[in-house]
């Protein structure tokens, strides 16, 4: 939520329609014209790519796995096939689509819509019904790849959900569906991604800038790693709704913590779904 007492001015619209007092701190504006001109693009940049990569990437190592469904069963196929899906990351071996990326698994599922196996043990995935589970899932089974935002449900008792970005792509083989491959993307991780990759490409053009990006869905903000007093000044749901409804491509905006000004951005990631965003702050070295 946004912390309101460390915040003495905002300036919401990419268009930067003022609200309330003046804001005139040159280093929160040139922030905030980086985020508006150069982050923000990036991040969306980054996204589709990596969304054409995965999708790509899965789509060869769902066929290349596909004898594994028909040629062997039991222990047998689930050994097998967890030894394969392991290679698919191998850098000299493996998926080049797939070798660098933050999905947190991929794994096999059978036309009954259950898991044989996924790329590590132990093997807490095996025999869960993802097609059940995830409308991707069941379609890839039908023969059509496709993607969406779902829910893991915590593996610890009053644990949150992990919420993930599925995708699935049917294995053919000779011409027929025999199963499918699903790999998953948690938010926080793609959040992780995002921040480091601004970080690094940031490191070699202005040294002591402070640049973090959160991935936001609904009324959940996602991320891990991140400043625990930068979190406090995520905007909420109702900030960020409000400045979309009158910049709907995005907004920025400024605000001081600990005699300290930070330029922030929000932008819709809808290429991930209608509710789906990110948070960008960024702090001029001094």
Known sequence: MLNRACSRALVFGF?????????????????????????????????????QRHTLGLRHAADRIAAGFVKVTGEQQEREIRQVLK?????????????????????????????????????KMKGMDLAKMFPSVKAAL?????????????LEKGGDASVTIVMAAPSHYHGTVVGALVLGI??????????????????????????????????????????????????????RNAGLAKSPG??????EQFGYWYGFGVRPLRILGDDVGIVIFRMEPL
């Open 87 to 123: 290679l698919l990351r191998n850098p000299k071996k493996g998926v080049p689509e797939l070798v660098i990326s933050p999905m947190s698994f991929i794994a096999a599922v059978g036309m009954d819509g259950k898991v044989i196996a996924r790329d590590t043990e132990p093997d």
């Open 142 to 154: 039908a023969g059509q790849e496709g993607e969406e935002i779902g829910e893991f449900a915590s």
């Open 250 to 255: 995005g907004f920025t905006g400024e605000l």
């Open 15 to 51: 268009g930067c329609a003022l609200l309330g007092a003046s804001c005139t701190h040159d280093h929160a504006a040139s922030a905030r014209k980086k985020i508006r001109t150069e982050h923000a693009p990036r991040v969306a940049k980054i996204v589709l790519e990596d969304m």
């Open 186 to 239: 948690p938010l926080w991780r793609l959040q992780q991604r995002l921040s480091k990759q601004l970080q690094m490409e940031e490191a070699g053009k202005s040294k002591g800038a402070v640049l973090w990006v959160y991935m936001v869905r609904g009324d959940v903000v996602h991320h891990h790693g991140t400043p625990p007093d930068l979190d406090k000044l995520v905007p909420d749901t109702k900030a």
